[in-house]
C-alpha cells in the first residue's frame, strides 16, 4: 500500500484556506454577531475556537507548510486561551508513541489512573471522575476538571526545573493577553467570551472521550468513528483516528479516503474498535461510561 503523506510541492491550500476562514468566523462572532445576538455570537466564537485548536493539531504534525516555524506562526493566536501552543505539541508528540498509548505516566493523554492513586482518592473525588467517565461528564466537567489538572501538572513540572515548560508559558502569556485585548474591545462580553471557551473545550471532549481503549495490543488501542457530518469537520477527520496515528504527516482531508481505501486493513488492525457515527457514541456513551477510571491492565 503506498501513503502519500503530504502534498509534494508547495503549500497544503486547503489547510491555509480554512485557518483564514476560522480567523475570520472568530472575529465575526466577537465584532459583528455580538451586535445582533449573543446567543448566536457565542456559538460562533466557540465553534472557530474548536476548529483553532483542530488546526493547531495539523500544525504539530507538519502542516500547512514545510516550514515549522511558519506553521507555529499561523496558530500563534491562541483562541482556546488556556493551552500554550508549546506544552500542546510536546504532550501531543509524546502521545503519539503507540506504545504507550493510555499509560497512566507515560501517556500525557491518558484518561486512565494508577490503580494504586484510584484507590487513595475520597469518595467526592471518585464521583467527579467517574461522572468526567461519562460523555455528558466529559463535556459539563471535564473542561475545568482537565484545565485544572493539566496546570497543576505543569507548575509542578515548572518547579522541578522542566524549561521546556517555562519557556512555553513565557510565550503564551503575552499571546494570551493579546487575545484578551481582542476580546475587550469588541462588543461580546467577557463572560460571553469565556462561555464560547468552555463550549469550545466541552465540543473538543467529544473528539477525545474514545480515541483510545485499554488493550493489550497497542495496535489495537486507537478507534475509528466512521462519520462524516459536521463534528468530522469540526475534528479535521480525526474521528479515523487510527489512520492518523498510523500515517501521523497525511493531512486532515486525505484521511477519509484513505481508509475507505483500506477499510479492512485499519478496522483488522485495530481490532475492530469502531463506532458508525458521533450519535452511535453519544447514544452508547452519553449517560453512561465506556471505561473505569484505573486502568483495568495497568501493571506498574
Same mark, same amino acid.
Given at each position: 500500500m503506498q501513503i502519500n503523506n503530504r502534498m509534494t510541492r508547495g503549500i497544503e491550500w486547503p489547510t491555509l484556506a480554512l485557518t483564514g476562514l476560522c480567523y475570520a468566523a472568530w472575529i465575526t462572532g466577537l465584532f459583528v454577531v455580538a451586535n445582533v445576538t449573543l446567543w448566536l455570537a457565542i456559538p460562533v466564537a466557540a465553534l472557530a475556537s &474548536? =476548529?483553532?485548536s483542530s488546526l493547531t493539531h495539523e500544525v504539530i504534525h507538519g502542516h500547512p507548510f514545510r516550514s515549522a516555524r511558519l506553521n507555529a &506562526? =499561523?496558530? &500563534?493566536l491562541p483562541l482556546s486561551f488556556f493551552i *500554550? /501552543? $508549546?506544552r500542546f505539541r510536546d504532550q501531543h508528540l509524546a502521545h503519539h508513541q503507540d506504545e504507550t498509548l493510555t499509560d497512566p505516566y507515560d501517556? *500525557?493523554?491518558s484518561n /486512565?489512573?494508577? *490503580?494504586?492513586i484510584w484507590a487513595k482518592l475520597s469518595a467526592p473525588a471518585r464521583? +467527579?471522575?467517574r461522572f468526567n467517565n461519562t460523555l455528558a461528564g466529559r463535556m459539563i466537567v471535564g473542561p475545568l476538571l482537565g484545565q485544572a489538572l493539566f496546570m497543576l501538572n505543569d507548575l509542578r513540572a515548572i518547579r522541578a $526545573?522542566?524549561? &521546556? +515548560?517555562?519557556?512555553a508559558w513565557l510565550i503564551h502569556i503575552p499571546l494570551a493577553a493579546l487575545v484578551l485585548l481582542i476580546v475587550l474591545l469588541a462588543p461580546m462580553p467577557v463572560w460571553a467570551w469565556l462561555l464560547s471557551v468552555w463550549v469550545a473545550l466541552a465540543l473538543l471532549k467529544i473528539r477525545t472521550f474514545l480515541e483510545h481503549r485499554a488493550h493489550e495490543r497497542a495496535r489495537a488501542r486507537t478507534v475509528v468513528i466512521e462519520d462524516r457530518g459536521p463534528l468530522a469537520l469540526l475534528f479535521l477527520n480525526n474521528n479515523f483516528h487510527v489512520v492518523h496515528h498510523m500515517h501521523p504527516r497525511t493531512p486532515w482531508y486525505r484521511l477519509p479516503g484513505l481508509y475507505h481505501a483500506n477499510r479492512a486493513h485499519y478496522l483488522g488492525r485495530n481490532d475492530g474498535y469502531r463506532y458508525g457515527s458521533y450519535a452511535e457514541v453519544f447514544r452508547q456513551h452519553f449517560l453512561r461510561a465506556k471505561d473505569p477510571v484505573p486502568h483495568p491492565l495497568y501493571r506498574p
Amino acid at each position: 500500500m503506498q501513503i502519500n503523506n503530504r502534498m509534494t510541492r508547495g503549500i497544503e491550500w486547503p489547510t491555509l484556506a480554512l485557518t483564514g476562514l476560522c480567523y475570520a468566523a472568530w472575529i465575526t462572532g466577537l465584532f459583528v454577531v455580538a451586535n445582533v445576538t449573543l446567543w448566536l455570537a457565542i456559538p460562533v466564537a466557540a465553534l472557530a475556537s &474548536a =476548529l483553532h485548536s483542530s488546526l493547531t493539531h495539523e500544525v504539530i504534525h507538519g502542516h500547512p507548510f514545510r516550514s515549522a516555524r511558519l506553521n507555529a &506562526a =499561523l496558530v &500563534a493566536l491562541p483562541l482556546s486561551f488556556f493551552i *500554550p /501552543f $508549546g506544552r500542546f505539541r510536546d504532550q501531543h508528540l509524546a502521545h503519539h508513541q503507540d506504545e504507550t498509548l493510555t499509560d497512566p505516566y507515560d501517556d *500525557p493523554e491518558s484518561n /486512565f489512573l494508577d *490503580p494504586s492513586i484510584w484507590a487513595k482518592l475520597s469518595a467526592p473525588a471518585r464521583i +467527579a471522575l467517574r461522572f468526567n467517565n461519562t460523555l455528558a461528564g466529559r463535556m459539563i466537567v471535564g473542561p475545568l476538571l482537565g484545565q485544572a489538572l493539566f496546570m497543576l501538572n505543569d507548575l509542578r513540572a515548572i518547579r522541578a $526545573g522542566d524549561r &521546556a +515548560a517555562l519557556r512555553a508559558w513565557l510565550i503564551h502569556i503575552p499571546l494570551a493577553a493579546l487575545v484578551l485585548l481582542i476580546v475587550l474591545l469588541a462588543p461580546m462580553p467577557v463572560w460571553a467570551w469565556l462561555l464560547s471557551v468552555w463550549v469550545a473545550l466541552a465540543l473538543l471532549k467529544i473528539r477525545t472521550f474514545l480515541e483510545h481503549r485499554a488493550h493489550e495490543r497497542a495496535r489495537a488501542r486507537t478507534v475509528v468513528i466512521e462519520d462524516r457530518g459536521p463534528l468530522a469537520l469540526l475534528f479535521l477527520n480525526n474521528n479515523f483516528h487510527v489512520v492518523h496515528h498510523m500515517h501521523p504527516r497525511t493531512p486532515w482531508y486525505r484521511l477519509p479516503g484513505l481508509y475507505h481505501a483500506n477499510r479492512a486493513h485499519y478496522l483488522g488492525r485495530n481490532d475492530g474498535y469502531r463506532y458508525g457515527s458521533y450519535a452511535e457514541v453519544f447514544r452508547q456513551h452519553f449517560l453512561r461510561a465506556k471505561d473505569p477510571v484505573p486502568h483495568p491492565l495497568y501493571r506498574p
